[in-house]
Every structure is written in structure tokens, then in C-alpha cells.
């Protein structure tokens, strides 16, 4: 069955930088765009970065531009998320997921790893 | 940017209906999808494409829309329904997704 599994999380200090990794399984990861969101405590869903089947195209939210870097490995089934210059409106559980029909919606989701940034 | 609101909270008692709206400007013309969140989960699509379900997803779930506010419509409402339901769209202006803020529903 496809399963997306989150991996990297942890707690860093203002300034700092984490790699987050995706992993997933159970269907043919290079046909598929994904994307990463996150959630901060107590908050709503909010996209952060996404990628294309390729990796010949990706997007930001304007909250990250410039400080995450997001790309992929199709042979290892894997999907990253390069985080520099965290601060503590970074903190968040960041989730990845599949979108089936290219910008479209999201039909699988990982269990999600926590980020915290904190002195 | 693009905004879906979403009324903060619904309530309703068991077996009975909940409604949970999300509006945004030229709705009819983007396609809407719905998410279930419950505590401490990930989320699960419930609804895509305006009205249809994943497979998986009981029929007690269902998508509208009707100009510029979509509608999920739980009936029977059982307590394994209690949790957050957030909205979805692509705004194509933008070329990024777009959340509405999220709707806790309780099930009283």
C-alpha cells in the first residue's frame, strides 16, 4: 500500500539548519509531483514547498523563499526539504504528500515529523 | 493571495447533520477538496474534485458546491467524526494551494 514516511525532525537552534527527508513506498514515486506542508502548533495547514515528477520545476511559499530547498531522488524513492536560517515560525510538524493530477489535490499524506526552533 | 473561509467551529449531536462551509471568491470556477484532520493525526483526503470520495471514505461524507461556498456534509454523525476539516483549492493565479483556516467539529 503507498505509505509516506518522514524522517530528519528535531529541535535546532535560531539560525540552524535540518534536512528533512520523505520516504516513501507502494507506488511509482517518479510519476508523481509531492509537496511539503507544515502546521504549527495550534495553527492551520500551511504549503511550504513543491516539486515536480521530474524535479525540472518548483515552487515556495513566499515564508521560505530563499532559506528552504526542496528536490528528490527518484532512484531512492525520496523526497527532501533543505532547511536553513530557521527561526521560530519555522516550528511546526512538516508533513509530505502525493498529488496525483499535478497541482491538484493531495491523496496521501506521511505521519509527519516534528521542527523546533528554539534557543 | 487567494482566501477560503472556513467557519472556526461546528457542532452537532450524534446522528445527527453537520454541515461545514468554505467560501472564496469565484469558487465555481476551481475545484475544491476536503481534508480530515483528528487529533494528533495527519490529514486524510475525505472529498476531491468538488463531490467525490476516495475510496475508502464512507458515503455519510459528502462534497457541494453553489457559487462561491462548497459545503461538506457529514450525516449520521458519529463520534470518530469529531476532528478538523480544512478546505482546499489550487489558486492558479498564484500557482499554489490554497487552505482555508479549518473548522473543529465536535460532536457533542
Known amino acids: 500500500q503507498v505509505q509516506l514516511v518522514e524522517s530528519g525532525g528535531g529541535l535546532v537552534k535560531p539560525g540552524g539548519s535540518l534536512r528533512l527527508s520523505c520516504t516513501v513506498s507502494?507506488?511509482?514515486?517518479?510519476?508523481?509531483?509531492m509537496i511539503w506542508i507544515r502546521q504549527a502548533p495550534g495553527k492551520g495547514l500551511e504549503w511550504v514547498s513543491y516539486i515536480s515528477s521530474s524535479s525540472s520545476y518548483t515552487s515556495y511559499a513566499d515564508s521560505v523563499k530563499g532559506r528552504f530547498t526542496v528536490s528528490r531522488d527518484n532512484a531512492k524513492n525520496s523526497l527532501y526539504l533543505e532547511m536553513n536560517s530557521l527561526t521560530a515560525e519555522d516550528t511546526a510538524v512538516y508533513y509530505c504528500a502525493r498529488d496525483p493530477e499535478v497541482t491538484a489535490f493531495f491523496d496521501y499524506w506521511g505521519q509527519g515529523t516534528q521542527v523546533t526552533v528554539s534557543s | 493571495s487567494y482566501v477560503l473561509t472556513q467557519p472556526p467551529s461546528v457542532s452537532v449531536a450524534p446522528g445527527q447533520t453537520a454541515t461545514i462551509t468554505c467560501g472564496g471568491n469565484n469558487l465555481r470556477g476551481k475545484s475544491v477538496h476536503w481534508y480530515r484532520q483528528r487529533p494528533g493525526q495527519a490529514p486524510v483526503m475525505v472529498v476531491f474534485d468538488d463531490r467525490d470520495r476516495p475510496s475508502g471514505i464512507p458515503d455519510r461524507l459528502s462534497g457541494s458546491k453553489s457559487g462561491n461556498t462548497a459545503t461538506l456534509t457529514i450525516i449520521r454523525v458519529e463520534a470518530g467524526d469529531e476532528a478538523d476539516y480544512y478546505c482546499h483549492v489550487w489558486d492558479s493565479t498564484n500557482d499554489q494551494p490554497i487552505f482555508g483556516g479549518g473548522t473543529q467539529l465536535t460532536v457533542l
Open positions: 507502494g507506488f511509482s514515486f517518479s510519476d508523481y509531483y
